[in-house]
T-cell receptor, first 112, second 113 residues
Framework: GENVEQHPSTLSVQEGDSAVIKCTYSDSASNYFPWYKQELGKGPQLIIDIRSNVGEKKDQRIAVTLNKTAKHFSLHITETQPEDSAVYFCAARSGGYQKVTFGTGTKLQVIP | NAGVTQTPKFRVLKTGQSMTLLCAQDMNHEYMYWYRQDPGMGLRLIHYSVGEGTTAKGEVPDGYNVSRLKKQNFLLGLESAAPSQTSVYFC????????????FGAGTRLSVL
């Protein structure tokens, strides 16, 4: 089955700096890569996703890049703000029924 | 618009007790999932359902049973709770086509003593 590795597990940045979270996947058949943000006491919420036929996608301060050859994808957050502090999960979909495999999460702390 | 609702939010069980977690979605989604979240392990799929009356095993199904008698509800049962089942449980749902975004509930925090 699919295996998704995520690094780093924790990340502290100063407000206004950029944050980068990296993930690798094992199944070359994976074709959809969502990123979720989980705030304290809440369920994960999709913030951005990318499909295998696209190399990069941006949404305001958030961007995701995908390198299919190397089987890795990354989340980039620019001009970080305190409200960006949360746990971020990457995921990859390779099987049917929309099942995804999640990474182990990155706890991002933005220091004011 | 409620989305995905989980009940209860918190529960403490003694070893050997049973309980049922309820997930309800009002988005007419075909697919529903139960995950558990443990520190350092991300979200792991327990069971899932692709439609009313159907269920299938995920990555970590042992010790759990599920039922989907109605399209909008997905129940997760623990017949004889064990301390290893102490976790935060999340339900999610999505459509069978289109963008396939998984929508999550707020979670159920379960402690088994």
């Amino acid at each position: 089955g699919e295996n998704v590795e995520q690094h780093p597990s924790t990340l502290s940045v100063q407000e206004g700096d950029s944050a980068v979270i990296k993930c690798t996947y094992s199944d070359s058949a994976s074709n959809y890569f969502p990123w979720y943000k989980q705030e304290l006491g809440k369920g994960p919420q999709l913030i951005i996703d990318i499909r295998s036929n696209v190399g990069e996608k941006k949404d305001q301060r958030i961007a995701v890049t995908l390198n299919k050859t190397a089987k890795h994808f990354s989340l980039h957050i620019t001009e970080t703000q305190p409200e960006d502090s949360a746990v971020y999960f990457c995921a990859a979909r390779s099987g049917g029924y929309q099942k995804v495999t999640f990474g182990t999460g990155t706890k991002l702390q933005v220091i004011p | 618009n409620a989305g995905v609702t989980q009940t209860p939010k918190f529960r403490v069980l003694k070893t050997g007790q049973s309980m049922t977690l309820l997930c309800a979605q009002d988005m007419n989604h075909e697919y529903m999932y139960w995950y558990r979240q443990d520190p350092g392990m991300g979200l792991r799929l327990i069971h899932y359902s692709v439609g009313e009356g159907t269920t299938a095993k995920g990555e970590v199904p042992d010790g759990y049973n599920v039922s989907r008698l109605k399209k909008q509800n997905f129940l997760l049962g623990l017949e004889s709770a064990a301390p290893s089942q102490t976790s935060v449980y999340f339900c999610a749902s999505t459509t069978s086509g289109g963008q396939n975004i998984q929508y999550f509930g707020a979670g159920t925090r379960l402690s088994v003593l």
